[in-house]
């Protein structure tokens, strides 16, 4: 059975820091793309970032863009989402998620397979 776990998100001043962290069982991570997506009240959900199979892209939206860094850890399992200089509008639930099929990151929430159940960021002084 896969699960993937976020954990990591809580509550943050603006210009502070969290790291986000995906950890799968039943699947391993290194073998697919993986993607952090933020879902907001009254939005869909939007890809923040991407780590692809076989590691040659990484994808980050641009409203992170100069402020994220993904990265994985093989021996745990785990991908991480680091976020910095993090602003109000960071608020929201970060979902990681699998996707199985292609090799190169996919932008839509709908190539992914699975999903974890989010972790909330609340970014607010």
């Known amino acids: 059975q896969v699960q993937l776990v976020e954990s990591g998100g809580g509550l943050a001043q603006p210009g502070g820091s969290l790291r986000l962290s995906c950890t799968a069982s039943g699947l391993l991570l290194d073998h697919y793309s993986i993607g952090w997506f933020l879902q907001t009240p009254g939005k869909g959900r939007e890809v923040v970032s991407c780590?692809?199979?076989?590691?040659?892209?990484?994808y980050y939206a641009n409203f992170v863009k100069g402020r994220a860094t993904i990265s994985r850890d093989v021996p745990s399992n785990t991908v991480f989402l680091q976020l910095n200089n993090l602003r109000p509008e960071d608020t929201g639930v970060y979902y990681c998620?699998?996707?199985?099929?292609?090799?190169?990151?996919?932008?839509?929430?709908?190539?992914?397979?699975?999903w974890g159940q989010g972790t909330q960021v609340t970014v607010s002084s």
């Open positions: 780590i692809s199979k076989i590691d040659r892209e990484e």
């Open positions: 998620a699998a996707d199985v099929d292609h090799t190169w990151c996919q932008r839509s929430s709908d190539d992914y397979d699975f």
